[in-house]
């Protein structure tokens, strides 16, 4: 039997509770098996609030032998009673803890892979957090080496941002040739290795209207990301670009790619939440374990009030499970 994957504990402020049971109530007959790493006592009373017939068993360890009969929870304590919609920092620690544990769980070979609820960044940096988030952490906490870059994936489409978070001033500025080519080799590798793809194809995007009108509406094109691409051609790889970016999301032309390599964050994120929210899912690539999350946040507005969609969630734990067993060896090995 498969090992199981782990499932963070996220904002308790947020909708991550909520997606965890209403996770498990989707997939306790076909599985993946997961164990949240999570307050028992919080997803009890938010079942027992929301309505949601969840039984909870505490486990001391990754053990999901039952995970049909009940969700298995790893406990990790709050220090405070979670409010829906309003972020503790007395709860930092236990959010802190729940990914550390998550990571260790992974690189130990005990649980298959993670999967990460939403986090408040703003309220971990105000209890003293010091990473700009969650793939940082990880590269951290599991001595990742190279550059780690974030996909979101979905079955319309996959997008790889060569810069994130970070204002679109800062982001222009900081582009340069290796970037574009450190993303783009670290995709490739990862759609060979967990997605199956024996030769991928790449489809590097423009920066500016028209992808630069060969220099007349800028010049990014010519300077930066055409040698990258011309490098990574020469390195063997199937890459084609730059392609103005207005039109190479259309379903004509992402046929014929399997991966776009976007310059900023919104370049490919709003398109790829556009054509599928609920299905999108976040992978984090260049990590030693597996890693995934839903591709929206915490959602403090509707915390609590039964509305939460999981399809994300539910998304994200399927591809982790898939990705697992593409990548990782059996367990002893």
């Known amino acids: 039997m498969p090992r199981p994957l782990a499932l963070t504990m996220g904002d308790p402020a947020g909708i991550g509770g909520e997606l965890t049971l209403r996770a498990w109530l989707a997939l306790r007959a076909s599985g993946p098996r997961f164990v949240a790493l999570d307050d028992p006592d919080r997803l009890r009373a938010l079942a027992a609030s929301l309505g949601l017939a969840v039984p909870i068993t505490e486990t001391a360890g990754a053990d999901a032998t039952g995970f049909a009969d009940a969700l298995p929870v790893l406990p990790v304590r709050l220090a405070a009673p979670p409010h829906p919609g309003r972020p503790d920092r007395a709860n930092a620690p236990a959010v802190v803890a729940s990914i550390e ?11 298959s892979g993670m999967v990460t609820n939403p986090i408040n960044k703003a309220a971990l940096y105000d209890a003293g957090f010091a990473y700009p988030g969650h793939t940082e952490f990880l590269a951290a906490l599991t001595g990742a080496s190279g550059r780690q870059e974030m996909m ?54 423009g920066l500016n209207p028209h992808a630069g009108e060969g220099g007349a509406l800028g010049d990014e094109e010519i300077r930066i990301i055409a040698p990258a691409i011309e490098a990574l051609r020469a390195e063997g790889e199937d890459v084609s670009g730059p392609w103005p970016p207005d039109t190479m999301f259309t379903a004509a032309a992402r046929a014929r790619y399997d991966v776009a390599i976007c310059m900023y964050h919104d370049q490919g994120l709003i398109p790829l939440k556009t054509l599928d929210m609920t299905q ?54």
């Not at 544990?101 to 649980?111: C, I, P, R, S, Y």
């Not at 040739?177 to 793809?197: K, N, P, S, W």
């Open 280 to 333: 999108g899912v976040n992978v984090t690539l260049g990590l030693p374990i597996v890693r995934t999350s839903p591709d929206h946040g915490t959602a403090f507005d509707i915390a609590g009030q039964g509305v939460a969609d999981p399809a994300s969630l539910i998304a994200a734990l399927r591809l982790a499970a898939r990705l697992a067993a593409s990548t990782l060896p059996p367990a002893g090995a």
């Open 152 to 205: 979101l994936a979905s079955p319309a489409l996959r997008v790889v941002p060569v810069t994130v978070h970070a204002s679109l001033r800062d982001a222009i500025a900081s582009l340069s040739t290796e970037r574009v080519l450190a993303a783009a080799r670290t995709t490739a590798q990862a759609l060979r290795t967990g997605f199956g793809i024996a030769r991928p194809r790449l489809a590097v995007a």
């Open 101 to 111: 544990l998550a990571a260790k769980l992974a690189l130990a070979g005990t649980v």
